[in-house]
């Protein structure tokens, strides 16, 4: 499967963004889809998962009440609602497919990467 982020861009704090990720390829409705951030001088890191038919959704700590991930399968294309964002969220965001019927937060389930979406939360 191939994926394509977009949505990325300046946001200020307590600001809201939307990403999405587009999908091609392959059948969408077979992958669980995850949402991951490197910011700069750090590794890359969880953010979001979702099932392969949207019913269970899993995020991190640092993300939990203000990230909201979905999907739409008719669209292949899965979200990532960003609300109350922090300067702290500033990372280049990727969205991932995962084969693997558990929906976790290992990175290594995880084979087909999209390129990236660079977030960036500054006044």
């Known amino acids: 499967v191939q994926l394509q982020a977009s949505g990325g861009g300046l946001a200020q704090p307590g600001g809201s963004l939307r990403l999405s990720c587009a999908a091609s390829?392959?059948?969408?409705?077979?992958?669980?889809m995850g949402w991951f951030r490197q910011a700069p001088g750090k590794e890359r890191e969880f953010v979001a998962v979702i099932s392969r038919r949207g019913v269970t959704t899993a995020y991190a700590d640092s993300v939990k009440g203000r990230f909201t991930i979905s999907r739409d399968n008719a669209k292949n294309t899965v979200y990532l609602q960003m609300n109350s964002l922090k300067p702290e969220d500033t990372a280049v965001y990727y969205c991932a497919a995962s084969l693997s019927a558990t929906v976790s937060s290992s990175q290594t389930l995880f084979r087909s990467w999209g390129q990236g979406t660079e977030v960036t939360v500054s006044s």
């Open positions: 390829g392959s059948t969408f409705s077979n992958y669980v």
